[in-house]
Nanobody, 123 residues
Framework: QVQLVESGGGLVQAGGSLRLSCAAS????????MGWYRQAPGKQRLLVAA???????NYADSVKGRFTISRDNAKNTVYLQMNDLKPEDTAVYYC?????????????????WGQGTQVTVSS
């Protein structure tokens, strides 16, 4: 079992930055793949970024060049640095983890989810 706890959401103006954190209840060294999803009101939950234990990353086209996913295995934490935020980035952001990268990147069905953190970008 893995418990994931997100933090760092909030209200920011367009063009601003936020850093989300996802703390895992056990060593992230033992978790092959972790990712961030987001869900805007009335819309589907979509993958934002993913990272493997080896450091390989994957990003949605809409956030490439603006968002960076990273992991600190010493702190059992995954981060999502979000720069140049836009109103369309407004959503609840969820951390996810699974041993199988395919379930995160392709299927969107990772085994473990966090509770979500709200990000609101004002224009």
């Amino acid at each position: 079992q893995v418990q994931l706890v997100e933090s760092g959401g909030g209200l920011v103006q367009a063009g601003g930055s936020l850093r989300l954190s996802c703390a895992a209840s056990r060593s992230t060294l033992s978790i092959n793949a972790m990712g961030w999803y987001r869900q805007a009101p009335g819309k589907q939950r979509l993958l934002v970024a993913a990272i493997t234990s080896g450091g390989s990353t994957n990003y949605a086209d809409s956030v490439k060049g603006r968002f960076t996913i990273s992991r600190d295995n010493a702190k059992n934490t995954v981060y999502l640095q979000m720069n140049d935020l836009k109103p369309e980035d407004t959503a609840v952001y969820y951390c996810a983890a699974d041993a199988n990268l395919y379930l995160i990147v392709v299927r969107g069905t990772p085994r473990y989810w966090g509770q979500g953190t709200q990000v609101t970008v004002s224009s």
